[in-house]
């Protein structure tokens, strides 16, 4: 089983910049996919992007060349995001997948205030 821990959310202005982190723990597979999801309030959850171990990556339109996924290792992914915009404002998800099983973070709030 796979842990998830997220941080690095919180309140932002318009056009400012905001690092999620997140740090996976327990039975972790080096193949895997992590990635981010959102959820804005009153929506559904969104994908906004995944890095696999290959160096694969997955976009939202939403959110390509603003932006950025990377990975320290296995275990750690990084959700870089600038030129942020109201519209970003969500609870953001970590997530983890292998052959073995997937495990989703608690969530973390992002917000965005013009």
């Known amino acids: 089983q796979v842990q998830l821990v997220e941080s690095g959310g919180g309140l932002v202005q318009v056009g400012g910049s905001l690092r999620l982190s997140c740090v996976a723990s327990?039975?972790?597979?080096?193949?895997?996919?992590m990635g981010w999801y959102r959820q804005p309030p009153g929506k559904a959850r969104e994908l906004v992007a995944t890095l696999a171990d290959s160096g694969s990556v997955n976009y939202a339109d939403s959110v390509k060349d603003r932006f950025t996924i990377a990975r320290d290792n296995a275990k750690t992914v990084y959700l870089h995001m600038t030129k942020l915009k109201p519209e970003d404002t969500a609870v953001y998800y970590c997530?983890?997948?292998?052959?073995?099983?997937?495990?989703w973070g608690q969530g973390t709030q992002v917000k965005v205030s013009s």
């Open positions: 997530h983890y997948e292998s052959i073995f099983g997937s495990a």
């Open positions: 327990g039975s972790i597979f080096a193949i895997n996919t």
